[in-house]
């Protein structure tokens, strides 16, 4: 159904925001085959182009950066402090395993202070992130030969298969850069409509930075996002709070906290997912905003945007959860979308 050895070397490959250099390396050895041009901008996109037979422009955003730590200080007890990159829910943190990607790659663990020594006041405090540390077993003398202020930090997980899902860290957004990678795979020799620009950005968790550059310097005409959404379907969650649910299909975004798409869009990925028989959901977002945000406003023209979002959930916490047979649908819905845009009255 889906390439599982492939989504879990994307989602393994560690790539902070602005920090994204080794997972740009990879997505630049997997679609380089799939495109008939791949380039890198000044900001540290990567830009891969399939012509079309019209002069139009379909901008597809995958971003490639995951949420992560800064180094800011490190203590005479060799500890760090650290700065977040991107949202995260402090509670979700404790003992949990990082990297420290400094001159070497160096395990640590999120440490705080043990229930056992708190204050009876302390134990019913929910924690901050400033009472976390990073330890990593070694004196500071020996963490300074690696690690500076500066250097990036990321989460520690493996990939796994969870029964009909896969269990990770950064499927936000690692699961649409592979979406992206394999829709341009099946696409390779497809002949299509409007030139397509599959673009992998960079720093989009902390503030769709590399969404901007790239919409404005493309100015397309058509633009899709691809980010992961959240899925409430669990125990606990009132109906009107879920807002997707795993295992019932692509989500079709109406809006989030920073977009409202095109109404236009919505109903053509929508049409499309009917007669396609793709099976969807509707999204609408009311916190946190995506790339789809850079694609509409941010090109020169503005551009007729929308989103296909994948369903997740524990988002923004050490592992994150999507199922199988709803990354398959999205990948679907992206293929018709792109290889039937001509055929949409876009008029208002």
Same mark, same amino acid.
């Given at each position: 159904?889906?390439?599982?050895?492939?989504?879990?070397?994307?989602?393994?490959?560690?790539?902070?925001?602005?920090?994204?250099?080794?997972?740009?390396?990879?997505?630049?050895?997997?679609?380089?085959?799939?495109?008939?041009?791949? @380039?890198?901008?000044? %900001? =540290?996109?990567? $830009?891969?182009? !399939?012509?079309?037979?019209?002069?139009?422009? /379909?901008? #597809?955003?995958?971003?490639?950066?995951?949420?992560?730590?800064?180094?800011?200080?490190?203590?005479?007890?060799?500890?760090?402090?650290?700065?977040?990159?991107?949202?995260?829910?402090?509670?979700?943190?404790?003992?949990?395993?990082?990297?420290?990607?400094?001159?070497?790659?160096?395990?640590?663990?999120?440490?705080?202070?043990?229930?056992?020594?708190?204050?009876?006041?302390?134990?019913?405090?929910?924690?901050?992130?400033?009472?976390?540390?990073?330890?990593?077993?070694?004196?500071?003398?020996?963490?300074?030969?690696?690690?500076?202020?500066?250097?990036?930090?990321?989460?520690?997980? @493996?990939?796994?298969? %969870? =029964?009909?899902? $896969?269990?990770? !860290?950064?499927?936000?957004?690692?699961?649409? /850069?592979? #979406?992206?990678?394999?829709?341009?795979?099946?696409?390779?020799?497809?002949?299509?409509?409007?030139?397509?620009?599959?673009?992998?950005?960079?720093?989009?968790?902390?503030?769709?930075?590399?969404?901007?550059?790239?919409?404005?310097?493309?100015?397309?005409?058509?633009?899709?996002?691809?980010?992961?959404?959240?899925?409430?379907?669990?125990?606990?969650?009132?109906?009107?709070?879920?807002?997707?649910?795993?295992?019932?299909?692509?989500?079709?975004?109406?809006?989030?906290?920073?977009?409202?798409?095109?109404?236009?869009?919505?109903?053509?990925?929508?049409?499309?997912?009917?007669?396609? @028989?793709?099976?969807?959901?509707?999204?609408?977002?009311?916190?946190?905003?995506?790339?789809?945000?850079?694609?509409?406003?941010?090109?020169?023209?503005?551009?007729?945007?929308?989103?296909?979002?994948?369903?997740?959930?524990?988002?923004?916490?050490?592992?994150?959860?999507?199922?199988?047979?709803?990354?398959?649908?999205?990948?679907?819905?992206?293929?018709?979308?792109?290889?039937?845009?001509?055929?949409?009255?876009?008029?208002?």
């Amino acid at each position: 159904m889906i390439d599982v050895a492939l989504l879990k070397k994307i989602c393994e490959t560690p790539g902070a925001p602005g920090f994204e250099q080794k997972i740009r390396e990879l997505i630049i050895k997997e679609v380089s085959p799939l495109a008939d041009s791949v @380039e890198v901008d000044p %900001m =540290g996109n990567v $830009i891969a182009l !399939k012509k079309g037979r019209a002069d139009k422009k /379909v901008m #597809i955003a995958a971003h490639m950066d995951e949420i992560s730590f800064i180094t800011t200080h490190i203590d005479d007890d060799g500890f760090l402090r650290f700065h977040t990159l991107g949202g995260f829910d402090p509670k979700t943190l404790t003992a949990q395993r990082v990297i420290v990607h400094g001159k070497k790659d160096l395990y640590g663990v999120m440490g705080s202070k043990p229930i056992h020594v708190m204050k009876p006041d302390e134990r019913n405090k929910a924690p901050q992130m400033q009472d976390y540390y990073i330890d990593l077993g070694m004196k500071k003398e020996e963490v300074e030969k690696y690690v500076c202020i500066g250097t990036p930090i990321t989460r520690e997980r @493996e990939l796994i298969e %969870m =029964g009909e899902c $896969i269990n990770s !860290k950064s499927l936000d957004n690692r699961v649409s /850069v592979f #979406i992206l990678i394999e829709t341009l795979r099946e696409l390779k020799n497809s002949d299509l409509p409007y030139d397509v620009y599959g673009v992998f950005t960079v720093q989009e968790e902390v503030g769709v930075r590399g969404a901007m550059s790239s919409a404005h310097r493309i100015n397309p005409d058509f633009g899709i996002g691809l980010d992961v959404t959240i899925a409430y379907d669990v125990p606990g969650a009132h109906a009107h709070e879920k807002v997707t649910c795993l295992g019932k299909g692509a989500a079709i975004k109406i809006m989030d906290s920073s977009t409202i798409c095109d109404y236009r869009m919505v109903n053509f990925l929508k049409d499309l997912a009917a007669r396609h @028989e793709i099976p969807w959901q509707p999204e609408i977002l009311t916190g946190g905003g995506t790339d789809t945000a850079g694609l509409q406003r941010y090109g020169k023209n503005g551009s007729i945007a929308g989103a296909i979002s994948i369903p997740t959930r524990h988002l923004h916490q050490v592992i994150e959860m999507a199922h199988k047979a709803d990354i398959r649908a999205c990948i679907d819905l992206l293929k018709a979308a792109i290889s039937e845009t001509d055929r949409w009255n876009w008029n208002f």
